[in-house]
T-cell receptor, first 112, second 114 residues
Framework: QKEVEQDPGPLSVPEGAIVSLNCTYS??????FMWYRQYSRKGPELLMY????GNKEDGRFTAQVDKSSKYISLFIRDSQPSDSATYLC????????????FGTGTRLTVIP | DSGVTQTPKHLITATGQRVTLRCSPR?????VYWYQQSLDQGLQFLIQ???????AKGNILERFSAQQFPDLHSELNLSSLELGDSALYFC?????????????FGPGTRLTVL
């Protein structure tokens, strides 16, 4: 079983739509959760970072963590064509080596 | 621009060959990470260095090795290349390599093994 599972999509939405991206994970020892955005032919860039259950908001982006269900989500409000990218979820352990387990990414296209 | 540089951008080589990928971290960052990204496996952590010393190892094959030099740049060496090694290789850097450090990724090196 993979550490992190992510629906690969692709996901295509009209501009202005609310987007929901999701990941599930298997190990309850994981304590911190991240979302990365990766534009085509670029490296991933950190979008959101949280290590607690609940919601964290940053502009049009909201990261949600449900540790009891081992489920994390990223919501994008008022989606824009510039949001078109691949979104990777990543999780890590609270202790030990600093490495991350990444989902395979969901490719999002926002249509003008 | 993350401040992390990687060379070369593209590399095409044949099976059985050996290549070296180079990474320069952001100014002031002491820790370097290497990742492999392929379509079927996604992004996978290979290895981490901190100030010249290996700190953590992930799914790195024995045919692969890395090092971080005194000037903090890092090189990833891939030998006895196989078709399945074709992938994007990313380097990331962070300030101290701590658990809560943000990692900044470079643009990647695209390796094609023919």
């Amino acid at each position: 079983q993979k550490e992190v599972e992510q629906d690969p999509g692709p996901l295509s939405v009209p501009e202005g739509a609310i987007v929901s991206l999701n990941c599930t994970y298997s190990n309850s020892a994981f304590q911190y959760f991240m979302w990365y955005r990766q534009y085509s032919r670029k490296g991933p860039e950190l979008l959101m970072y949280t290590y607690s259950s609940g919601n964290k908001e940053d502009g049009r982006f909201t990261a949600q963590v449900d540790k009891s269900s081992k489920y994390i989500s990223l919501f994008i409000r008022d989606s824009q064509p510039s949001d078109s990218a691949t979104y990777l979820c990543a999780i890590g352990r609270a202790t030990g080596a600093n490495n991350l387990f990444f989902g395979t990414g969901t490719r999002l296209t926002v249509i003008p | 621009d993350s401040g992390v540089t990687q060379t070369p951008k593209h590399l095409i080589t044949a099976t059985g060959q050996r290549v070296t990928l180079r990474c320069s971290p952001r100014s002031g960052d002491l820790s370097v990470y290497w990742y492999q990204q392929s379509l079927d496996q996604g992004l996978q952590f290979l290895i981490q260095y901190y100030n010249g010393e290996e700190r953590a190892k992930g799914n790195i094959l024995e045919r692969f090795s890395a090092q971080q030099f005194p000037d903090l740049h890092s090189e990833l060496n891939l030998s006895s290349l196989e078709l399945g090694d074709s992938a994007l290789y990313f380097c990331a850097s962070s300030v101290s390599g701590g658990e809560s450090d943000t990692q900044y990724f470079g643009p990647g090196t695209r390796l094609t093994v023919l």
